[in-house]
């Protein structure tokens, strides 16, 4: 199956001779669909909502690798149905918030997240990756300050000890390396099996929790 098949919006439809110039600028496949899941996972790690619920365990103790495999169930899919819309995507995310994280999420960011994807899904299918690395960047740019919140506690506690002898200011290299936070990577999401069609056709997703 073509690019221009598996991702939609691809071909021009102005003419032929257009189309066939416009898709020797196509990215391949493989790149096309690598930062699409990248975008799928920044956009699901920088939901405050899924974040909240990660952040407190609402999902139990793995609720972090329930987040990775809440992106690979988006990516699913996607691959399962290439006719998955905006309506799709939020039936989706509110469900499994619902399910594995007993979140009922009101507000409008559901729908946010949604459109975010699908747009994400036709711009990497046209080679335009900018939304993806501005996604990275933020992604990024949390990390670091994150990093910098720890280190200035770190340090606050260390003022506030006035109770100390010399060797508790000898810490190793290695030490200081444990204390860090390693953020720059978003999650990769995790292979999940394929969504269960019910028989209106809606898409079931199997809970995590369940499997």
């Not at 990093?147 to 200035?152: E, I, L, T």
């Not at 060797?167 to 444990?178: A, I, N, S």
Request: glycine content about 6%.
């Amino acid at each position: 199956m073509s690019s221009a098949t598996r991702l939609e919006g691809l071909a021009s439809p102005t003419g032929k001779l257009e189309t066939e110039q416009n898709t020797t600028h196509l990215p391949t496949q493989e790149k096309a669909q690598s930062y699409f899941e990248l975008g799928i996972s920044l956009s699901l790690c920088l939901w405050p909502a899924l974040t909240l619920a990660v952040q407190n365990h609402w999902g139990g103790p793995d609720s972090a690798d329930k987040r990775d495999w809440f992106s690979g169930a988006v990516v699913s899919l996607f691959d399962e149905r290439p006719d998955t819309d905006l309506e799709d995507v939020e039936t989706v995310l509110l469900q499994v918030m619902q399910d594995e994280f007993e979140v009922a999420v009101d507000d409008e960011s559901a729908f946010e997240v949604a459109e975010q994807i699908v747009r994400l899904r036709r711009d990497c299918g046209r080679g335009n990756f900018g939304e993806v690395e501005a996604l990275q960047s933020r992604w990024n740019r949390k990390a670091g300050h994150a990093g910098d919140v720890f280190q200035k506690v770190e340090r606050d506690e260390a003022e506030d000890d006035t109770d100390y002898d010399s060797d508790d200011l000898d810490v190793t290299d290695d030490e200081d390396e444990d204390k860090d936070i390693e953020m720059s990577d978003a999650p990769a999401p995790k292979e999940k099996p394929a969504p269960q069609i019910d028989e209106d056709g809606f898409t079931k997703v199997v809970s995590k929790k369940k499997r």
